[in-house]
């Protein structure tokens, strides 16, 4: 019955370097979101994934940011070439299907830094 | 493309008081789903309450009830009996009913005064 996770809690990185996020999200559920929050801001999204598609890619910010889902479970968030204006909170969240009454569930993020 | 309001960044309500926070969106659709977030210190999300566009009737779950105004495109929050454990962000959001996308608020941060 564990929630949705995330790794790491927080990471620092140097500016110009690659960065991976990792998202468990819940046993079963097929939907699966990126979000990303600032300081001071609300959740931008990111990315869904329904299964191991990505049929909306809209909210990814740039091509340096990009993101798969392997087996219908774990999804990675990786960041190429990170940039400053990338430390944020990112957060995952999972639904059980893409039905109207499903809950979405979020995980309790991965703080990024970038110096 | 949808948005979603919140027009006051920080409230503060005594502890056992009632508060209300506001929510606006604008969309083009007629059917969709209304949500409000909360988000305490520890990151974690927790829905709070939601409201289908279809149902006039406003949702209530034990102290924290909604007034939701279609045609106005109005979604608050209200928050009876404040305890020490509501203070948090709260966060507004609206999703399309084809389910593919969340729209969130800047949020509000609430602080209960003991």
């Known amino acids: 019955g564990a929630g949705v996770s995330q790794s790491p809690s927080n990471k620092v990185t140097e500016k110009g370097k690659d960065v991976e996020l990792r998202c468990d999200p819940i046993?079963?559920?097929?939907?699966l979101y990126w979000y990303r929050q600032s300081l001071g801001q609300g959740l931008e999204f990111l990315i869904y994934?329904?299964?191991?598609?990505?049929?909306?890619k809209s909210g990814l910010p740039s091509d340096r940011f990009s993101a798969e889902r392997t087996g219908g479970s774990v999804s990675t968030l990786t960041i190429q070439r990170t940039q400053q204006e990338d430390s944020a909170v990112y957060l995952c969240?999972?639904?059980?299907?893409?039905?109207?009454?499903?809950?979405?569930?979020f995980g309790p993020g991965t703080r990024l830094t970038v110096l | 493309a949808q948005t979603v309001t919140q027009s006051q960044p920080e409230m503060s309500v005594q502890e056992a008081e009632t508060v209300t926070l506001s929510c606006t969106y604008d969309?083009?659709?007629?059917?969709?789903?209304l949500f409000w977030y909360k988000q305490p210190p520890s990151r974690q999300m927790i829905l709070v309450i939601r409201?289908?566009?279809?149902?006039?009737q406003n949702a209530t779950e034990n102290r924290f009830s909604v007034n939701f105004q279609k045609a106005a495109k109005s979604f608050s929050l209200k928050i009876s009996d404040s305890q020490l454990g509501d203070t948090a962000m709260y966060f507004c959001?609206?999703?399309?009913?084809?389910?593919?996308?969340?729209?969130f608020g800047t949020g509000t941060s609430l602080t209960v005064i003991p």
């Open positions: 969240a999972s639904r059980l299907n893409r039905a109207s009454t499903d809950t979405q569930y």
């Open positions: 046993s079963g559920h097929t939907a």
């Open positions: 994934f329904q299964g191991n598609s990505a049929p909306d």
């Open positions: 969309t083009s659709e007629s059917n969709y789903y």
């Open positions: 409201q289908e566009a279809y149902k006039q």
């Open positions: 959001a609206f999703m399309k009913q084809n389910g593919n996308q969340f729209y």
